[in-house]
């Protein structure tokens, strides 16, 4: 099993910027998929970023630019740096790992952390 530990959301004005950490524990030698979702209130969940084994990232079109995806494999943590943030980017961030093989696929999901964008 992976735990998932997230960090770093809060409140921002728009325009600044946040830093999300996800860190991992537990079986973390079988991941092959970490990404960033979120999901805003009345809204379905949807996929900021991802990136996988290979190291190739991802992005929905409306945060290309602004986010940037990347992992520390020493630390077992995956981050979120987020620029430019706007009022639409409010939601709660969730992070989120994939154990993909022939044998196996499981996803686990942090606990969310809220990121709002005020002013």
């Known amino acids: 099993q992976v735990q998932l530990v997230e960090s770093g959301g809060g409140l921002v004005q728009p325009g600044g910027s946040l830093k999300l950490s996800c860190a991992a524990s537990g079986s973390i030698l079988s991941i092959n998929y970490m990404g960033w979702y979120r999901q805003a209130p009345g809204k379905q969940r949807e996929l900021v970023a991802d990136?996988?084994?290979?190291?190739?990232?991802n992005y929905r079109d409306s945060v290309k630019g602004r986010f940037t995806i990347s992992r520390d494999n020493a630390k077992n943590t995956v981050y979120l740096q987020m620029n430019s943030l706007k009022p639409e980017d409010t939601a709660v961030y969730y992070c989120?790992?994939?154990?993909?093989?022939?044998?196996?696929?499981?996803?686990?999901w942090g606990q969310g952390t809220q990121v709002t964008v005020f002013s």
């Open positions: 990136i996988t084994s290979d190291g190739s990232t």
């Open positions: 989120n790992a994939g154990q993909f093989s022939y044998f196996r696929h499981h996803v686990s």
